[in-house]
């Protein structure tokens, strides 16, 4: 049912928590439906993770912010999780999750009945040639993940893939201002770069047409200023988000992360554009990673397109008691999480 109607309808408002347990920071957006259609905002919370400390960490998450549910949709990445995107014939949409296990045996490195299989097709015409895009996640990580979340007080419903959840994100802030008028929808690549991770999805329009998880992130820029400035990495990471004087003498160590990074996100851009023969026409960041002083424009200079970072609560509402100077403040490093909580539409 539309979302407007339910609410005139005088029916239970639905709530889903979308919670990104990234490596350093836990953040979580709860989404209801909004009065005038759109998603609102209705709590959000974003907390430090100390190491080894996720439990205390989801219950210092529902702490922060008055939820109104523990149902959370969450993510799983790395190299246990397996995206491809794969041409399937004769495939019926009421069969593609029978037809997945035969198909997936081809693509993904683990025995089928180890992983939990879905499958979304995303053009192509009924019983001809399909392009589907395919994920497997080996299912104890995915257990383990949901038996972590129970652990901290939450309700996991929906497990999903960070990179899918970046674009959700964006398909909700920007999906009304993609598709000119008779023009084809643009390229674009979701870059969220984290602690640990860089996530990458290259969408054409809002359909994901590449993924793809760097292991080169925000650390990464600590290392180098624990090397060259001599410091622990305590205050590395203190003087990283308020770096006064000594901003040029870290800068040659910091520059070598940033062209590190900049090569790997090329090479998946430099790839979507040979198999594709579209080019990336610009890049999207997210994430805390680029903040640092002065990396956002290394990217861009190394890319040669235009590199910005977006507001993922752009296109959404706030509820009132919601503090928005905070969430606006936030926003930058809440896409993933909203992206998670999007899935408020289609959730069990
Ligand atoms: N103001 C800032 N200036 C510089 N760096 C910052 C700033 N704020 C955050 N960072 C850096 O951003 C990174 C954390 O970003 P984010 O919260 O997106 O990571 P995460 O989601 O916890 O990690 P991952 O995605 O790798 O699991 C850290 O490396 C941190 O040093
Ligand atoms: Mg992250």
Redesign the pocket.
């Known amino acids: 049912m539309n979302p407007s109607l339910r609410t005139l309808l005088g029916a239970r408002r639905r709530y889903l928590i979308g919670l990104?347990?990234?490596?350093?920071?836990?953040?979580a957006v709860e989404l209801t439906d909004g009065a005038d259609g759109r998603p609102s905002v209705s709590a959000f919370a974003?907390v430090p993770?100390p190491a080894g400390g996720q439990t205390e960490a989801l219950e210092a998450v529902r702490k922060a912010a008055t939820f109104h549910t523990r149902r959370v949709a969450s993510a799983v990445?790395g190299r246990a999780v397996t995206v491809r995107y794969i041409t399937m014939s004769n495939v019926k949409e009421s069969e593609l999750k029978q037809a997945l296990p035969l198909e997936a045996d081809k693509y993904i490195p683990y025995d089928v009945e180890e992983v939990y299989l879905d499958g979304q097709r995303l053009e192509g015409a009924e019983g001809g040639e399909s392009k589907v895009l395919l994920v497997g996640a080996k299912k104890t990580l995915v257990q383990d993940v949901a038996t972590r979340l129970e652990a901290g007080g939450f309700l996991p419903v929906v497990i999903d893939v960070?990179a899918f959840a970046l674009g959700n994100a964006f398909a909700l802030a920007r999906e009304h201002l993609l598709v000119p008028e008779g023009g084809r929808p643009e390229v674009c690549a979701l870059v969220?770069?984290?602690?640990?991770?860089?996530?990458i999805n290259i969408l054409e329009g809002v359909t994901s047409r590449f993924t793809r998880e760097v292991y080169v992130?925000?650390?990464d820029?600590?290392a180098s200023i624990v090397k060259t400035l001599s410091m622990s990495p305590e205050d590395a990471?203190r003087w990283?988000?308020?770096p006064k004087d000594r901003l040029a003498e870290a800068a040659a160590g910091v520059q070598g992360v940033a062209e590190d990074l900049g090569n790997e996100i090329k090479l998946s851009f430099d790839y979507f554009e040979s198999q594709f023969e579209r080019e990336v026409q610009r890049v999207w960041v997210?994430?805390?990673?680029?903040?640092?002083?002065g990396l956002l424009e290394s990217m861009e200079k190394l890319f040669g397109k235009p590199t910005q970072f977006w507001d993922p609560t752009e296109g959404l509402g706030v509820e009132p008691g919601v503090d928005v100077a905070a969430l606006r403040a936030e926003a930058g490093?809440l896409a993933?999480a909203i992206g998670l909580a999007a899935r408020i539409a289609d959730a069990p």
Do not use: M
Not at 192 to 199: C, E, I, S, Y
Not at 287 to 293: A, N, V
């Open positions: 990104d347990v990234g490596a350093v920071r836990v953040k974003s993770l990445s960070d969220d770069v984290g602690a640990t991770k860089t996530n992130a925000g650390q820029v600590t990471e990283k988000c308020d997210s994430g805390g990673g680029l903040r640092y002083p490093s993933i």
